[in-house]
């Protein structure tokens, strides 16, 4: 559950502007999203039923109190959509491509959606949203009425945070009100008064405090999972100042991927032979389920990057913590981290006959094995079903995570890399502030990983920039 929570507040956040803020990051946004959407839209749908917490993509999930018969779908029908404010937001007809609140609430009045009042009833239908930062929520979306009020309640103290109406204009043309959501925090998206359906075709989350990036695609959903793009539109310097680094294998899947090729920053192929052939964007779809995370391929879309068997010299015996090895991998991913960091490749094991094999973490400099443990197939008989370990990085450097023995394959759908911070919770906070002011004034010392993960502006000095800093992420709750 801890790690589930964890997921969700640092899900949405892929790209920490700190002090600039970027004025151009939504419209940048929102032209990838097209793209991605461009890539998916003639995928197979199938129909899908969302029940009471279930997950529609990250940091969204189907909020419904009432009989089953309410829970939210995937829509049967096309629809299509035109904001008519905004050319980049229409959407055509191509399957199954929304997915649909019921009508619901009754018991909530227009009246009592009033911002800043507590209805005397909660929501029965919609979807809860959480968000890590201040921001605008727009739902791009049908409704069967002319106009229906859209409003966000805070999941927290049940206050109305956002009251808008959306409004249809022409045919087929909306307009979509802009919810401004005051802090981070979860809410539930709705509308009151059992006044409409809604054929929800995307969700954006604009932050408003100039430091995250984040936009959310609920189109396009397929079955277990959702079609989600989530991008880092920032200036180099601010993404320097990402707390967390998300790579999407899908986003590099198309082709083959030779040695050094870049699949997100400080993440590239490490092949050490030329010999080596290339990794592989899988031609086909490929699943993977490990009870929290859901990657779900559509039709043949590639989804995944397909490492090949290889290091049959490294031995899972020598692969303990500490060992140093006398050559690296041949074949891997390098990672390079500026401080301590926990990597979570979320790779399925593709040898059929593999069912659990090590995931290693070596670092490319020292040759010394950093971390080790084993990822299992929970299901010999179910491929998508796989375990994955979280291996941690302990200090700033360059690493390569492999498998060793050629024991199999591995489908990478995500990786994912979560630096520490100064009291190791990987949250900021007001304790993280303090004590780096106390380190910056000779007080306290930190250790040197503590310092390499206070560094939060990357300039490799600790300052007070860095107490800033930290202090105003504490503040926003990231
Ligand atoms: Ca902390
Ligand atoms: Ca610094």
Redesign the pocket.
């Known amino acids: 559950m801890e790690k589930t929570l964890k997921r969700i507040i640092f899900a949405a956040i892929f790209a920490l502007s700190a002090l600039m803020p970027c004025m151009c990051a939504a419209a940048e946004t929102s032209k990838t999203v097209m793209s991605q959407l461009d890539t998916v839209k003639n995928a197979e749908k199938d129909k899908k039923t969302f029940y009471n917490g279930d997950v529609i993509c990250t940091g969204m999930t189907a909020h419904t109190t009432a009989s089953k018969d309410d829970a939210l779908s995937v829509k049967s029908k096309k629809g299509t959509f035109n904001s008519g404010t905004d050319s980049e937001r229409v959407f055509k007809a191509e399957g199954n491509n929304t997915v649909q609140i019921p009508k619901g609430n009754k018991s909530i009045s227009a009246e009592s959606a009033v911002v800043g009042s507590i209805p005397e009833k909660g929501v029965d239908t919609g979807i809860k949203i959480s968000v890590s930062s201040p921001c605008e929520l727009r739902v791009y979306g049908l409704i069967s009425t002319d106009t229906a009020l859209f409003a966000a309640v805070s999941a927290n103290d049940g206050r109305i945070a956002a009251a808008a109406a959306a409004q249809k204009t022409a045919n087929n043309m909306y307009t979509v009100p802009v919810l401004t959501l005051p802090a981070a925090g979860e809410y539930i998206f709705f509308v009151p008064a059992s006044q409409t359906t809604v054929d929800v075709f995307e969700i954006d989350i604009t932050p408003t405090d100039g430091t995250t990036v984040q936009t959310t695609v609920v189109t396009e959903t397929t079955t277990e999972t959702t079609t989600i793009h989530t991008t880092t539109q920032a200036a180099p310097q601010d993404s320097a100042m990402a707390d967390r680094i998300v790579v999407i294998a899908a986003d590099a899947a198309g082709g083959s991927l030779g040695a050094d090729a870049v699949l997100g920053q400080g993440v590239s192929i490490w092949l050490s032979g030329s010999s080596l052939s290339a990794f592989e964007g899988k031609s086909n779809h490929a699943d993977f389920n490990d009870g929290e995370r859901v990657f779900r391929g559509t039709g043949t879309s590639s989804n995944c990057i397909q490492m090949a068997k290889a290091n049959k010299k490294l031995t899972e015996a020598n692969s303990s913590v500490g060992t140093v090895l006398s050559a690296l991998p041949e074949r891997g991913i390098k990672i390079t981290v500026p401080c301590m960091a926990d990597i979570t490749v979320y790779g399925s094991l593709g040898t059929s006959t593999c069912q659990k094999a090590m995931y290693v973490l070596v670092g490319a400099s020292d040759k010394k094995i950093a971390a080790a443990k084993q990822a299992t197939k929970t299901d010999i008989n179910n491929t998508t079903k796989n375990y994955v370990p979280t291996l941690t990085a302990p200090r700033a450097g360059e690493y390569i995570f492999y498998v060793p023995e050629e024991k199999t394959s591995v489908n990478i759908f995500e990786i994912d890399i979560q630096y520490y ?9 007001q ?2 502030a303090r004590m780096v002011l106390k380190d910056v004034s000779g007080i306290a010392p930190l250790t040197a990983p503590q310092r390499e993960c206070a560094d939060i502006n990357r300039d490799g000095v600790n300052d007070l920039a860095d107490v800033i800093g930290i202090k105003k992420r504490s503040l926003l709750g990231v």
């Not at 911070?421 to 906070?429: E, F, I, L, P, S």
């Open positions: 911070d100064a009291d190791g919770d990987k949250v900021w906070t304790n993280d």
